[in-house]
């Protein structure tokens, strides 16, 4: 299986999956592959998502596996985890630049935005604490363009 990488290598790059999990030192097996290549094809996806599009390649894998897969391929470098308040974590395999993300307060759609500033981290707090920063995550909310529509039609016209 292939798919285009976002992390350590130039965005255009195509690698297989399994040469990715070697580079990060971690054992190629069925149900990493398939979690990489579900969380190409369907960035931002919840753990339960995830394993859903795994189960549908590989037949069978266990909810705890995918769990597991997940936590290894963060801890990786491979895998981004995002946390957007009232959600489940999400996960894409976007991660090696200062990207943010846009969520729909209706419908939870998450889409990515890049950086306004470019170098991580885009926001700098005050120096006081004593902190040495490499990243900023920010989460804008608003309203999806499908959401913005049905919010604008009256009540009484919606079926």
């Known amino acids: 299986m292939k798919f285009v990488y976002f992390g350590a290598v130039k965005a255009n790059d195509v690698l297989e999956a399994p040469a990715l999990l070697r580079a990060a030192g971690l054992r190629v097996t069925s149900p990493r592959v398939a ?12 753990a339960d998502t995830v394993a859903r ?4 390649a590989l037949g069978s894998v ?11 391929c963060t801890q990786a470098g491979l895998v981004r985890r995002i946390e957007p308040a009232g959600s489940p974590a999400r996960f894409e395999t976007r991660t090696a630049d200062n990207h943010h993300h846009l969520v ?7 889409a990515d935005v890049d950086c306004a500033l470019g170098e991580p981290p885009c926001l700098t707090p005050s120096p006081e604490h004593g902190f040495v920063l490499d990243e900023a995550e920010v989460v804008f909310w608003g309203y999806c363009p499908s959401c913005q529509t049905i919010r604008a039609t009256p009540k009484e016209t919606r079926s």
């Open 62 to 72: 266990s909810t705890q596996a995918v769990y597991d897969v997940l936590a290894a």
């Open 53 to 56: 599009y795994a189960r549908d």
């Open 104 to 110: 729909c307060r209706s419908c939870g759609a998450v």
């Open 35 to 46: 979690v990489l290549v579900a969380l190409h094809e369907h960035p931002h996806s919840t």
